[in-house]
């Protein structure tokens, strides 16, 4: 298995939806204008690719300049646990360069994964959540 990763690859929603589902993370993946939308808006994403097929994806929001928020990172769940989600964290590192702080949300079963591939937990956070 050779895995391709890929910057800003044009992606459509119906295999984003496909991914969101196998990999378990909590997304509106049935609703394909907002995941063309989520898509859409994007400053950065992260592919992972075997062949033609989309098995992980890392979703960011950033200025490039000084913080970016990972919005979605997901893998296709006969995928997990082979690094993918790790190497896609990475590429976008090495994409934003050292001046970048990196953010995200995790869903309560992710807390202990952050940790392993390079994050640290902080209680410095706040949230007014969507209503929809």
Known sequence: MEIVYKINA???????SRLF?????????DNLD???RMI???NVIISAWDGVNLVGIARAITDFSYCCYLSDL???????????GKELVECLRNHLGEEVALLLLSAPTA?????????EKTEKAFLIPRTR
């Open 10 to 16: 044009q992606l459509c929603p119906d295999d984003v």
């Open 21 to 29: 589902k196998s990999s378990g993370i909590k997304r509106p993946a």
């Open 34 to 36: 907002r995941i063309q």
């Open 40 to 42: 859409t808006n994007a």
């Open 74 to 84: 997901a893998v296709c769940k006969e995928y997990q646990k082979t690094g993918i």
């Open 111 to 119: 807390m202990e994964y952050y940790p392993r591939i390079g994050f």
